[in-house]
């Protein structure tokens, strides 16, 4: 079976102008040579650090901004070559939510005209029926029936997000980019929409392309994960596999970094050094080198290319010993952790001691 | 977010309309029944005038009601040729009025339309914008000067000139507020929609812009009263007998210093009606101004 989403190659550079002349004096590349597949009803999450590429990669896939080279196709139709007009119209097939719930909803429009927008746009609902339309999907995405006659404003941001739902969701789309949605929510208005995102995913069968730096959410909402290093992406595997036996020195990085609520571990950080290189000049070789802990001289020359190893592919001359010194997840406590653990034990204790 | 939690605080809550919003700010409330006051004479002037405006008497230089030697028979008194100032001032401010108003409304419609077109198809921005350049670099005074000489007096050719004098104004304060408009995220959530280039513009960046301008254009109404008087004032407008506030300012100068009512009643009609409007155009922009509104 073929799948949902094809992206082969996708490449955008943005060209840097300079001067009176406007000449172009190089190329910014975010993303360069992105290939993955997604099916339907699947979740694939683009994870990596802040400026790689991640959310350019979410705007070239609905061709919100034109990619430089490569195809998307999305259900055997190839996007990047659809002229204008057929393009609106595949519009309905491919949303996004995007991360900003302040700044995505149009603010002089209340929330009965934005999602009655797309269906009178797509034919998918007529004058009559509109605000009935709009009613069902205001309830399918958590909202009251009274909320439709609201500007944006008068929200707070999770019931915003949820109209940022609502209106991806209006026509129906196979498949729809999240570009970060619930960073801009606090912890417990994230876990609602991002069981909003699930439940929608279970009755419509939408497939996601889950934008995020944040990695407990991606654990808990991704089939597959695809790690971006500087516009490439460095790995791709099952989520289960990547978070088990990550093969990519910077992937296994990104894992260590991610805040875990366990004092064990505290000590055990090994956090990337340095900064993101600029994608003006990216370096040459593995883009990874400067900052990787295993870096020999052929990293510096030789870019490694994807490659299948045990079930995921990697870009990396030493995936295999990648994942054989991946340190075990968990540790036996410290002794220090040990003793604070049996003095919180005894008090516990002797405060149940009473009702004993 | 649960049933719930959605309830009681939650209940829909009415804001209210912008224009009675707007009468709560006691000068606004002034300044608009003053300007109402304002268009309501000018509407209805050849009702209102007690004489004719444009005939001239034997009795020059009566002075005005609450002058020792005044009377009700004039009751601003007359200008240096016998005509009555009161008739005159309604009939002037009519003139001054309907320049302001198609002037502004003319510059102000063009220019905002070149400013957000800048800002909608960044391939044209350069053009227009250089464009704008050019038209600022003449003062709206040598402007209305050149056209003068070109068309002849009259109204006709000041309209022109204030008009083009706002274009290059509105069209920079459109494209800036445009600009920032369609840096928007909800720019882009309307193209991932599908909708064409003439929707995006109408209901998202126009929608946007809109109040923005308005109130741009309406403290600008204010200075463009105030350059037509300047013009008039020059000789470069209505032409004599015809009453233009400017103008009649200017025929009053010859008697500033034995009959100073001539050139001050029009100066101080002129005054606040570029007042009100400025403070009219300032509360405005507090009610509709969205940065402003909590």
């Known amino acids: 079976m073929s799948a949902l989403l094809e992206v082969r190659n996708l490449t955008k550079h943005f060209p840097v102008r300079r001067g009176v002349l406007r000449r172009t004096v190089g190329h910014v590349q975010a993303v360069t040579d992105v290939s993955f597949d997604v099916h339907a009803g699947e979740t694939l999450a683009v994870v990596g650090e802040s400026g790689c590429g991640k959310s350019t990669i979410g705007r070239a896939l609905l061709r919100l901004i034109a990619p430089t080279a490569g195809t998307v196709t999305l259900d055997g139709t190839e996007v990047t070559a659809l002229p204008d007009p057929a393009l609106r119209e595949m519009r309905r097939h491919m949303q996004i939510i995007f991360q900003d719930p302040f700044g995505s909803l149009n603010p002089r429009m209340s929330v009965a005209e934005t999602l009655a927008e797309p269906l009178l746009l797509h034919g998918l609902a007529t004058s009559a029926n509109v605000r009935q339309k709009v009613a069902e999907l205001l309830e399918t995405c958590g909202l009251q029936p009274w909320h439709a006659a609201r500007f944006p404003h008068e929200f707070s941001g999770g019931q915003r997000q949820r109209v940022g739902v609502a209106r991806a969701l209006a026509t129906r789309p196979r498949l729809i980019v999240c570009d970060e949605p619930v960073s801009a929510l606090d912890v417990s208005v994230q876990a609602q929409i991002v069981n909003l995102l699930q439940d929608l995913q279970a009755s419509f069968g939408i497939a996601y392309v889950f934008i995020s730096h944040d990695l407990a959410v991606v654990r808990h909402m991704a089939d597959r994960v695809a790690v971006v290093y500087l516009g490439r992406v460095v790995e791709e595997a099952p989520t289960a596999t990547l978070f088990a036996t990550p093969r990519h020195p910077y992937t296994r990085s990104l894992i260590a970094a991610a805040p875990r609520p366990d004092p064990g571990l505290r000590s055990d950080r090994q956090p990337v050094r340095g900064d993101l290189p600029s994608a003006l000049a990216p370096p040459p070789g593995c883009a990874f080198h400067p900052r990787c802990p295993m870096a020999e001289a052929r990293c510096r020359t030789e870019r490694p290319a994807l490659r299948a190893v045990g079930g995921t592919s990697v870009a990396c001359h030493f995936a295999e010993a990648v994942a054989e010194s991946t340190t075990p997840a968990e540790r036996p406590p410290s002794d220090r952790l040990r003793r604070r653990l049996d003095i919180l034990q005894a008090a516990r204790e002797s405060r149940e001691d009473p009702h004993a | ?294």
């Open chain 2, 1 to 294: 977010m649960s049933a719930a939690e959605t309830d009681a605080a939650d209940t829909p809550a009415p804001t209210r309309a912008w224009y009675l919003r707007l009468m709560r700010d006691p000068s606004a409330l002034v300044a608009a029944l003053f300007l109402l006051a304002v268009c309501v004479v000018a509407v209805a002037a050849p009702v209102l005038s007690p004489h004719d405006p444009f005939a001239s008497s034997r009795s020059v230089m009566v002075p005005p009601v609450w002058a020792e030697t005044g009377s009700w028979t004039h009751p601003l008194g007359t200008d240096g040729q016998g005509r009555d100032i009161l008739s005159r001032i309604f009939w002037g401010t009519r003139l001054t009025l309907v320049i302001g108003l198609v002037s502004v409304g003319i510059g102000g419609f063009l220019g905002s339309l070149l400013g957000l077109l800048a800002a909608f198809r960044p391939g044209l921005d350069p053009w227009v914008m250089r464009l704008v350049d050019v038209m600022l670099s003449f003062p709206a005074i040598l402007l209305g000067l050149a056209l003068v000489a070109v068309l002849g007096p009259g109204a006709g050719p000041v309209i022109v000139a204030l008009a083009i004098a706002t274009v290059p104004d509105c069209a920079r304060i459109a494209r800036s507020i445009a600009v920032s408009v369609m840096n928007q995220e909800y720019i882009e959530a309307g193209r991932a929609l599908g909708l064409p280039a003439r929707q995006l513009f109408l209901r998202y960046l126009l929608r946007n812009c809109v109040s923005s301008i308005m109130i741009f254009i309406s403290l600008r109404f204010g200075q463009v009263i105030l350059i037509g008087a300047a013009l008039s004032f020059l000789g470069l407008g209505a032409r004599p007998p015809t009453a233009e506030l400017g103008m009649m300012a200017a025929q009053g100068r010859d008697f500033l210093l034995f009959a100073p009512h001539i050139a001050v009643i029009p100066s101080v009609m002129i005054f606040l009606i570029v007042l009100t409007a400025n403070v009219l155009g300032d509360a405005l922009r507090d009610v509709l101004d969205p940065r402003l509104r909590s």
